[in-house]
């Protein structure tokens, strides 16, 4: 609910960017069970038109997006007899999150979130950023239309959500550090050789979290934590030297603060993505979510130990993006996305993710990345070479 301007309690009017995810689920689930609490603007999905009309069958919302416009003419005969307006193409997914609403939940898979959150962004939208991979391409530029345009992020990855939540913004010079909790993933004990030969499937069957695909590889591959790196630094303003990575197999403390006085501040829960979505979506105010309870004395321990740089490499490369800085977080961004749907596809195997990251990162110039149009580029030219580097042939 917000407060309208005659202090009655108005339904929040909602917007959803990647609703037939995991995300997205997530955030109708929670919807669904306060019905009369929110009215939903805009649904967009990329290709799944049959999912998009059953959501929006039960939801109504003034519009919906398809990106890929194959599906345009199935989604629109399913929702004929309905006052919902049915867009397609990319173009057609801006143009729903540039639709007036009072918040805005970004949760696109990869870079293709970029131009739709920053078109929320730009009409001044209360965001819940679960895409981190457009904090990633395009850090600098997002956060500089974020000031601009008086736009208000909430983090949903449940690491920067936890930070949000026990960060002092008012004592940002009292934080020492931030330590990002991983849960080191499928293979967090497998040998290198092992993980040789690991299948989509087993990569994809993450321990604690129940995820889309490319952020389950992103997560057995450890790319997810050198992501969540470079998310925070744009998010808390805080350099590489000052976000600690610890591996927490349990994810149940989903990550902390620590001050100058030695006093380190956590956010704990059991490990779904409703409690960090229901805390922006009710932000300021805190919402129910129906999630299961921590119980730690049947839970008993929790155990941490460092992250492995050797066995996992992607953290390596990440935080030597962020360093670089430039056009190389934007290149990782892009060739990662590119060699996970190669490995999904089955055509590289899953040590060739992190090797083809870093043989891009060798390749594409460190161009300029003062504009949208200079991060299209590079991101479209790390493609290109990571959608066409052969390993056996790299290595010679
Ligand atoms: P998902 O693959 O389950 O869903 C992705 C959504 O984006 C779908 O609705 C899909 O239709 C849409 N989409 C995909 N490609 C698109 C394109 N080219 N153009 C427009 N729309 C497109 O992914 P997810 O797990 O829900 O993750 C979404 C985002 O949230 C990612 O950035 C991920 O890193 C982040 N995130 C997810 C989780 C999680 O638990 N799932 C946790 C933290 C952060
Ligand atoms: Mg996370």
């Keep these: 609910m917000v407060t309208g301007a005659l202090g009655q309690s108005e339904a929040k009017r909602v917007t959803i960017l990647g609703s037939t995810g995991s995300i997205g689920d997530s955030t109708i689930d929670l919807i669904e069970r306060d019905?009369?609490?929110?009215?939903?603007?805009?649904?967009t999905a990329q290709s799944n038109w049959?999912?998009?009309?059953?959501?929006?069958k039960r939801l109504r919302p003034e519009m919906v997006a398809l990106g890929d416009r194959a599906g345009f003419a199935s989604l629109k005969s399913a929702l004929a007899g309905t006052s919902v307006r049915v867009v397609a193409g990319p173009e057609g997914i801006c143009e729903a999150a540039a639709l007036p609403s009072d918040w805005v939940m970004a949760a696109i898979a990869g870079a293709a979130g970029l131009k739709p959150t920053l078109a929320a962004v730009e009409r001044g939208a209360v965001v819940g950023l679960a895409n981190k991979e457009c904090l990633v391409c395009?850090?600098?530029?997002?956060?500089?239309?974020?000031?601009?345009?008086k736009a208000t992020l909430l983090p949903v990855d449940s690491e920067h959500n936890a930070i949000f939540q026990v960060f002092d913004f008012e004592q940002k010079d009292k934080i020492r550090k931030i330590i990002l909790t991983a849960s080191?993933?499928?293979?967090?004990?497998?040998?290198?050789?092992?993980?040789?030969?690991?299948?989509?499937?087993?990569?994809?069957a993450h321990p604690n979290w129940s995820m889309g695909a490319k952020i389950s590889v992103d997560?057995?591959?450890?790319?997810?934590?050198?992501?969540?790196?470079?998310?925070?630094?744009?998010?808390?303003?805080?350099?590489?030297?000052?976000?600690d990575i610890l591996v927490?197999?349990?994810?149940?403390?989903?990550?902390?603060?620590?001050?100058?006085?030695?006093?380190t501040l956590a956010q704990l829960g059991s490990p779904d993505m409703r409690t960090p979505i229901a805390y922006a979506l009710g932000w300021p105010k805190r919402v129910a979510a129906p999630v299961s309870r921590l119980d730690l004395a049947k839970l008993g321990s929790l155990t941490?130990?460092?992250?492995?740089?050797?066995?996992?490499?992607?953290?390596?490369?990440?935080?030597?993006a962020l360093q670089t800085g430039g056009a190389a977080p934007t290149i990782l961004n892009a060739a990662n996305e590119i060699a996970v749907a190669r490995f999904l596809a089955g055509e590289i195997g899953f040590l060739d993710i992190a090797a083809i990251v870093?043989?891009?990162?060798t390749r594409v110039p460190l161009q300029s990345v003062a504009t949208l149009d200079d991060i299209v580029a590079v991101d479209g030219e790390a493609r290109r070479v990571a959608a066409t580097t052969n390993l056996s042939a790299a290595a010679e």
């Excluded at 395009?138 to 345009?149: E, I, N, P, S």
């Excluded at 969540?228 to 808390?236: C, G, K, M, P, R």
């Design 35 to 43: 019905p009369e609490a929110y009215k939903i603007v805009a649904l």
């Design 50 to 56: 049959s999912k998009l009309a059953d959501q929006a």
């Design 138 to 149: 395009a850090g600098t530029l997002f956060m500089a239309a974020v000031q601009t345009h």
């Design 184 to 204: 080191g993933g499928p293979f967090r004990t497998r040998s290198l050789k092992e993980m040789a030969n690991v299948t989509p499937e087993q990569a994809v």
């Design 219 to 243: 997560s057995a591959s450890m790319m997810n934590k050198g992501l969540e790196v470079i998310e925070a630094y744009h998010l808390f303003g805080l350099n590489n030297d000052r976000i």
């Design 248 to 263: 927490h197999p349990q994810s149940v403390v989903h990550s902390m603060v620590e001050y100058e006085d030695g006093s």
């Design 304 to 320: 941490f130990e460092a992250p492995d740089l050797v066995r996992f490499p992607a953290l390596r490369l990440a935080r030597a």
């Design 358 to 361: 870093e043989h891009t990162l």
